[in-house]
């Protein structure tokens, strides 16, 4: 079955650039658009960003528009959101999520990843 | 940037009843608009996708309808396991893919 699985948050200071990490299985990875989402605590959900099917394309929400790269290894099932410039408003529970449709025919969300959890506090 | 409106914030029913949920667009999102379940401690879980489709192993008693800019996910009945927070998303205009503050169905 369809598995997403989400690594690397945790409690991170200002200013630290952590790098999480989503590995994927089930599901022919190198046809799906991947996304990220984040959800701060008792907040609602917030696109972040995501990756072409190949990795010719990337988007990013504008409040992470310049810290954030997306990238992927189709070779090992992975996608990556390396954050830099971290500040308190980007503390969330990050998901991976895997694009609907094949080959970005369809944006939205069909399977989601456990979440993790990134806290950033000095 | 497109903003999805959801009412109301919170809906109060008893199992049973029937659940209207509301998601109103700043402009048209054609037919591009899916709801997401979200259940405490969980992630999210697609329900609905363009506007009234089912998504793989949802029950029939989740429903969504409409176009343009107003649109509607209907549970039929209630049970139990429906008392959760839903969002609605669309995919006309983006980037940005922009999410509903979301409802949350209450006991």
């Known amino acids: 079955q369809v598995r997403l699985v989400e690594s690397g948050g945790g409690v991170v200071q200002p200013g630290m650039s952590p790098r999480l990490s989503c590995e994927v299985s089930g599901f022919t990875f190198s046809d799906y658009v991947i996304h990220w989402v984040r959800q701060a605590p008792g907040k609602g959900l917030e696109w972040v960003a995501c990756i072409w099917y190949d990795g010719s394309d990337k988007y990013y929400g504008e409040s992470v528009k310049g810290r954030f790269t997306i990238s992927r290894d189709n070779s090992k099932n992975r996608v990556y959101l390396q954050m830099d410039s971290l500040n308190a408003e980007d503390t969330a529970v990050y998901y991976c999520a895997k694009a609907g449709l094949i080959r970005g025919q369809g944006e939205f969300f069909d399977s989601w990843g456990q979440g993790t959890l990134v806290s950033v506090s000095s | ?107």
Do not use: M
Request: aromatic share 10%; hydrophobic share 30%.
């Open chain 2, 1 to 107: 940037e497109i903003v999805l409106t959801q009412s109301p914030a919170t809906l109060s029913l008893s199992p049973g009843e029937r659940a209207t949920l509301s998601c109103r667009a700043s402009q048209s999102v054609t037919r591009y608009l899916a709801w997401y379940q979200q259940k405490p401690g969980q992630a999210p879980r697609l329900l609905i996708y363009d506007a009234s489709n089912r998504a793989t192993g949802v029950p029939a008693r989740f429903s969504g309808s409409g176009s343009g800019t107003d649109f509607t996910l209907t549970i039929s009945s209630l049970e139990p396991e429906d008392f959760a927070v839903y969002y609605c998303q669309q995919r006309q205009h983006w980037p940005p893919l922009t999410f509903g503050g979301g409802t949350k169905v209450e006991i």
